[in-house]
């Protein structure tokens, strides 16, 4: 079994009234060489500047970041899953 270690960063403290604008992930295994990294635009006009500067970029940044439902993180990601040749199962 292998196991990714994944984390999120969002434009505000809670789902639903906030946006995830970036995601990671890294096999964790020896070398840690099998990474992943996307970003993604904010779904909802709600924001709050100090949670977003933990991301390091700016609301404007996050405007400009590809559409969540045609992004090509999302899709990539899975790709790159597969490339390692790891089974997962990926809800979104």
Known sequence: MSYFMVDV???????????????????????LDVTFHGRLK?????????????SGV?????????EPLRSEA??????KLVRSRHSATICW
């Open 42 to 54: 904010p779904v909802s006009e709600s924001f709050d500047a100090a949670a977003l500067a933990v």
């Open 9 to 31: 960063e969002a434009d505000g403290p809670c789902p639903g009234r906030y946006s995830m604008v970036s995601f990671g992930a890294i096999l964790v295994k020896p070398g």
């Open 58 to 66: 700016t609301r404007a940044e996050t405007l400009a970041f590809p």
């Open 74 to 79: 999302r899709r990539d990601f899975q790709t």
